[in-house]
């Protein structure tokens, strides 16, 4: 009587550990071998070849995201614990039978779920305790602390927990077991999926929808990954927490209440519920089309084979759908097919909406008395950063953030413009992929003065917005806020490293903070007099790469380095005069006669970059042939090379390779045999002249 008081059958709960119990013996092995015996194994090793421990290689081996055999026994087992003790719900000859049994449904209910629990959660516990043994007698708690065996610990219950209770829950909604599983999993990922889905098709329709912006850190709506990633990444706060157990208790009475519902002649039906049936069916419909209709508009690029994606997407998921409901495939018949149509007219509604802008979504831009602040960059990358304070530490390039009024007003005023050209832009949008090679992108974020914030992401061909791109280029809060260079501290920088481009030439290395003060300012001096078109040049190439050690303090308190890596740019008239001044000029750079012999000219017509270089490759392989070949001119002259070297640009340019090309391509070749190439667009008769 007391096991029934307290809702558990101690008979019951003994045949499930006496059934199943293999279950958590194999669990527990699997999870020995892919853990302890690991760490152990880490361990050997390091000693064996006197390694340093490495704080990085131990802690890997608890990462369900570096392990996939780990990450698969933690999502595997679960389901299958819960498939397994639910699963005469899902056989015709065993439904009967438990039922017949003295006891209730609740009471069946609670045994089987304690059951699953235990077996799930005891081989955790005990590898936990395992660990805690292996990890302070092997002395490696310094990098596998015992807060990290015990946050490991958790986050293994409960990401077990959680898929075990979904698992029942979807038990309770179908009659398949094959489905029961599957639904398991898409409903853990359903949140992330469905509104990343959502997300990427509204991009094909909004003009200005900032897909990026809204499409960062959706991961963490789906419970399965965002459990998954703290194992190594960043801790459940505490709302997380609570969302999480909240979701367990949840899941757990709401099976419970539907298995007090459910009808036991439903076996073999895919959804046990008539008022979920219609849910289950347009949910699917509606998640196909979603996914076809990115498939084809993403590998396509063109807006008739989005709504192709629908099509098919629809019609093959609602056809899917409709047979295994009703367990047949004599469904195209009007009766059957009507809810399509229906379906099918509402997304024609919905549409249509979207691309006339009902919602003024394109048409919206904030006023400029209501801004305090925009980020203005061609990415959302760094959009963590955004209206943040930068520290000392950051040293990579960074969005520009306007608080200058003037700034504000000409950012304001590009986006203006952009607005007004949205027919012009979305018509550019619409052409097949292979005819927007030359589209790029460009993001802001306003932050209004109550501290709200509007996003908007556009496609532009940047030449027909010059005039308003210069100014914002050329200003000085722009290149001082994107140019890391500006916020490094001088007394931090340890060395400079300057590596020429073309694989001649030596490696510079300055130490002494004098001179590297003089760098620092020749270079900042650069960096604003540099205009928009020697910014965004296509193909540019540079002389060499500038690398900066800088003095950091870690985390942990210790003295550490970050390297910071810039371009000498051929337009730096400033560093280059600071070099020469310094006598480090000749060796900073490859030098026509000291380091190159001659290079190799040849006139070519109409032909794209894809061509040219595949070209070049072919002609480097066989430099001697090339040279003896008609149109090809030698130049050996000191002059005339270095006149090349200012002005060729690389192969692989930044526009698009299929662009077509008109002018010089170049073969440098270097007096230790090595050469590098690169292209020139000019004067036909130059080489004439010559």
């Given at each position: 009587m007391k096991s029934e008081?307290?809702?558990?059958?101690?008979?019951?709960?003994?045949?499930?550990?006496?059934?199943?119990?293999?279950?958590?013996?194999?669990?527990f092995l699997a999870m020995f071998f892919l853990v302890p015996l690991r760490i152990i194994m880490e361990h050997n090793t390091n000693l064996r070849h006197n390694l340093d421990n490495q704080f990085y290689d131990y802690l890997v081996i608890f990462y369900p995201d570096h392990s996939p055999f780990l990450l698969l026994l933690l999502l595997i087992m679960p389901v299958l614990v819960g498939t397994l003790l639910f699963r005469y719900l899902q056989a015709e000859n065993e439904v009967g039978m438990q039922h017949t049994l003295p006891v209730t449904r609740d009471v069946l209910y609670h045994t089987h779920m304690l059951s699953g629990s235990i077996l799930l959660s005891l081989p955790v516990i005990v590898i936990f305790f395992l660990n805690l043994i292996i990890v302070n007698i092997l002395n490696i708690n310094l990098y596998i602390t015992n807060a990290y065996l015990l946050k490991?610990?958790?986050?293994?219950l409960l990401l077990n927990w959680l898929l075990f209770f979904a698992t029942v829950m979807m038990g309770m909604i179908t009659g398949m077991s094959f489905l029961q599983v599957l639904l398991t999993f898409v409903i853990m990922i359903l949140s992330t999926g469905l509104i990343g889905l959502v997300y990427y098709n509204l991009n094909f329709f909004i003009y200005g929808w900032a897909l990026d912006y809204y499409g960062q850190n959706?991961?963490?709506?789906?419970?399965?990954?965002?459990?998954?990633?703290?194992?190594?990444q960043h801790d459940l706060s505490g709302t997380e927490w609570a969302v999480y157990i909240f979701l367990i208790i949840v899941l757990y009475f709401a099976s419970l209440y539907l298995y007090r519902k459910r009808?036991?002649?439903?076996?073999?039906?895919?959804?046990?519920?008539d008022v979920l049936r219609v849910i289950f069916k347009y949910g699917v419909v509606f998640c196909f089309m979603l996914l076809f209709g990115a498939y084809f508009g993403d590998s396509q690029g063109y807006i008739p084979w989005v709504y192709f994606g629908y099509f098919a997407g629809s019609i093959l998921a609602y056809i899917g759908v409709e047979a295994l409901l009703s367990k047949s495939v004599d469904i195209i018949r009007w009766k059957k097919m009507k809810g399509y149509f229906v379906y099918a007219g509402v997304v024609v509604l919905l549409i249509v909406g979207l691309k006339f802008d009902i919602f003024g979504y394109e048409k919206r831009l904030p006023s400029l008395d209501n801004v305090d602040t925009v980020y203005f960059s061609g990415s959302f990358l760094d959009i963590r950063n955004v209206f943040e304070e930068k520290t000392l530490y950051d040293y990579f390039a960074m969005p520009a953030v306007f608080e200058d009024r003037e700034n504000i007003k000409k950012v304001h005023g590009l986006h203006k413009y952009i607005i007004a050209r949205r027919d012009v832009e979305k018509a550019n949008m619409q052409k097949p992929y292979w005819l927007k090679k030359d589209l790029e992108e460009i993001c802001f974020v306003y932050r209004m003065k109550d501290g709200s914030l509007m996003s908007r992401q556009y496609v532009i061909r940047k030449d027909d917005y010059k005039a308003w791109l210069k100014p914002i280029y050329e200003s000085y809060e722009y290149k001082e806020t994107c140019n890391a260079l500006f916020r490094i501290e001088l007394d931090r920088i340890e060395e400079m490293e300057i590596t020429p481009y073309g694989k001649g030439g030596s490696l510079v290395v300055i130490k002494d903070p004098v001179l590297i003060k003089g760098a620092v300012e020749a270079l900042k001096k650069d960096l604003l007099d540099m205009t928009y078109e020697e910014m965004v040049k296509p193909g540019k190439t540079t002389w060499a790469g500038i690398d900066f050690k800088i003095k950091v303090e870690r985390e942990d308190g210790k003295e550490g380095y970050e390297r910071f890596y810039m371009d000498w740019e051929k337009s730096f008239t400033h560093f280059e005069k600071w070099l020469k001044e310094v006598g480090k000029y000749e060796e900073a750079r490859v030098m026509p006669g000291k380091y190159i012999s001659y290079v190799l000219v040849q006139r070519v017509e109409g032909v794209s970059f894809d061509e040219v270089s595949k070209d070049l490759k072919y002609k480097r392989q066989n430099v001697s042939s090339w040279q003896n070949s008609s149109g090809?001119?030698?130049i050996d002259d000191p002059e005339k090379i270095e006149y090349f070297l200012r002005n060729c640009s690389d192969v692989y340019r930044s526009e698009g390779t299929e662009k077509m090309f008109s002018g010089y391509i170049l073969l440098f070749v270097l007096n230790n045999g090595n050469d590098f190439v690169g292209v020139l667009e000019g004067d036909e008769e130059m080489l004439e002249s010559w």
């Amino acid at each position: 009587m007391k096991s029934e008081v307290f809702l558990i059958n101690k008979g019951i709960l003994k045949n499930n550990f006496k059934r199943f119990g293999w279950i958590g013996i194999v669990y527990f092995l699997a999870m020995f071998f892919l853990v302890p015996l690991r760490i152990i194994m880490e361990h050997n090793t390091n000693l064996r070849h006197n390694l340093d421990n490495q704080f990085y290689d131990y802690l890997v081996i608890f990462y369900p995201d570096h392990s996939p055999f780990l990450l698969l026994l933690l999502l595997i087992m679960p389901v299958l614990v819960g498939t397994l003790l639910f699963r005469y719900l899902q056989a015709e000859n065993e439904v009967g039978m438990q039922h017949t049994l003295p006891v209730t449904r609740d009471v069946l209910y609670h045994t089987h779920m304690l059951s699953g629990s235990i077996l799930l959660s005891l081989p955790v516990i005990v590898i936990f305790f395992l660990n805690l043994i292996i990890v302070n007698i092997l002395n490696i708690n310094l990098y596998i602390t015992n807060a990290y065996l015990l946050k490991w610990l958790i986050l293994s219950l409960l990401l077990n927990w959680l898929l075990f209770f979904a698992t029942v829950m979807m038990g309770m909604i179908t009659g398949m077991s094959f489905l029961q599983v599957l639904l398991t999993f898409v409903i853990m990922i359903l949140s992330t999926g469905l509104i990343g889905l959502v997300y990427y098709n509204l991009n094909f329709f909004i003009y200005g929808w900032a897909l990026d912006y809204y499409g960062q850190n959706i991961e963490v709506l789906s419970p399965l990954l965002r459990i998954s990633g703290a194992f190594a990444q960043h801790d459940l706060s505490g709302t997380e927490w609570a969302v999480y157990i909240f979701l367990i208790i949840v899941l757990y009475f709401a099976s419970l209440y539907l298995y007090r519902k459910r009808r036991l002649e439903r076996v073999g039906e895919a959804i046990a519920f008539d008022v979920l049936r219609v849910i289950f069916k347009y949910g699917v419909v509606f998640c196909f089309m979603l996914l076809f209709g990115a498939y084809f508009g993403d590998s396509q690029g063109y807006i008739p084979w989005v709504y192709f994606g629908y099509f098919a997407g629809s019609i093959l998921a609602y056809i899917g759908v409709e047979a295994l409901l009703s367990k047949s495939v004599d469904i195209i018949r009007w009766k059957k097919m009507k809810g399509y149509f229906v379906y099918a007219g509402v997304v024609v509604l919905l549409i249509v909406g979207l691309k006339f802008d009902i919602f003024g979504y394109e048409k919206r831009l904030p006023s400029l008395d209501n801004v305090d602040t925009v980020y203005f960059s061609g990415s959302f990358l760094d959009i963590r950063n955004v209206f943040e304070e930068k520290t000392l530490y950051d040293y990579f390039a960074m969005p520009a953030v306007f608080e200058d009024r003037e700034n504000i007003k000409k950012v304001h005023g590009l986006h203006k413009y952009i607005i007004a050209r949205r027919d012009v832009e979305k018509a550019n949008m619409q052409k097949p992929y292979w005819l927007k090679k030359d589209l790029e992108e460009i993001c802001f974020v306003y932050r209004m003065k109550d501290g709200s914030l509007m996003s908007r992401q556009y496609v532009i061909r940047k030449d027909d917005y010059k005039a308003w791109l210069k100014p914002i280029y050329e200003s000085y809060e722009y290149k001082e806020t994107c140019n890391a260079l500006f916020r490094i501290e001088l007394d931090r920088i340890e060395e400079m490293e300057i590596t020429p481009y073309g694989k001649g030439g030596s490696l510079v290395v300055i130490k002494d903070p004098v001179l590297i003060k003089g760098a620092v300012e020749a270079l900042k001096k650069d960096l604003l007099d540099m205009t928009y078109e020697e910014m965004v040049k296509p193909g540019k190439t540079t002389w060499a790469g500038i690398d900066f050690k800088i003095k950091v303090e870690r985390e942990d308190g210790k003295e550490g380095y970050e390297r910071f890596y810039m371009d000498w740019e051929k337009s730096f008239t400033h560093f280059e005069k600071w070099l020469k001044e310094v006598g480090k000029y000749e060796e900073a750079r490859v030098m026509p006669g000291k380091y190159i012999s001659y290079v190799l000219v040849q006139r070519v017509e109409g032909v794209s970059f894809d061509e040219v270089s595949k070209d070049l490759k072919y002609k480097r392989q066989n430099v001697s042939s090339w040279q003896n070949s008609s149109g090809v001119f030698k130049i050996d002259d000191p002059e005339k090379i270095e006149y090349f070297l200012r002005n060729c640009s690389d192969v692989y340019r930044s526009e698009g390779t299929e662009k077509m090309f008109s002018g010089y391509i170049l073969l440098f070749v270097l007096n230790n045999g090595n050469d590098f190439v690169g292209v020139l667009e000019g004067d036909e008769e130059m080489l004439e002249s010559w």
